[in-house]
């Protein structure tokens, strides 16, 4: 069962890491055809703007869920730097709760707006204004599902922290 659900894991894993590398490219390369169309052509891209925003903030979002899975998320350890730890263990135990209420609050919340923004198109692409919404949803959902998952394992001892490295116990 543990390696089926591995395998699905990591078959979830590529695949997102192939939407993220596909935004990436149609980013970079519609931002770049956009500046030689304006700069050389005198006729920028309507649309290159609005792709891009929309694939940028859907690589933070999808990329957000990889690094909430590896722990690797910003944080500020100074305040519990100056504890034991086994405290800092349970301070990141809370936090990890919090970050998992937090975005489970704003998926749902952001599936209201995607809800409320069906029949509202994108001044340049006319695509549904869902559609950037649910991203960000999915997002916001894949970092609830991991801190929660994190929690477990951190819990369980299948993933510690030793001397500022991660080891997963699982690997």
Do not use: W
């Not at 590529?14 to 050389?40: A, D, E, P, Q, S």
């Not at 349970?90 to 029949?119: D, L, W």
């Amino acid at each position: 069962m543990l390696a089926q659900l591995k395998k699905l894991t990591e078959l979830i894993n590529k695949l997102l890491m192939g939407v993220i590398v596909v935004l990436f490219l149609l980013m970079f390369g519609i931002t770049n055809l956009n500046v030689i169309m304006r700069y050389f052509f005198n006729s920028p891209i309507v649309i290159s703007v609005e792709m891009g925003r929309y694939c940028f903030v859907s690589l933070i979002f999808l990329g957000a869920i990889f690094t909430t899975k590896e722990d690797k998320h910003i944080h500020v350890d100074f305040f519990t730097g100056l504890f034991p730890e086994a405290v800092q263990n349970v301070i990141e135990q809370i936090g990890r709760i919090f970050m998992g209420i937090f975005f489970a609050i704003v998926t749902y919340e952001t599936c209201r707006m995607a809800i409320a923004n069906v029949n509202i198109k994108s001044s340049a692409m006319q695509i549904p204004m869902a559609v950037p919404y649910f991203i960000m949803a999915f997002g916001c959902a894949g970092i609830t599902l991991e801190s929660l998952i994190n929690f477990v394992l951190y819990a369980k001892g299948l993933k510690k922290k030793n001397k500022n490295t991660e080891e997963d116990l699982l690997s």
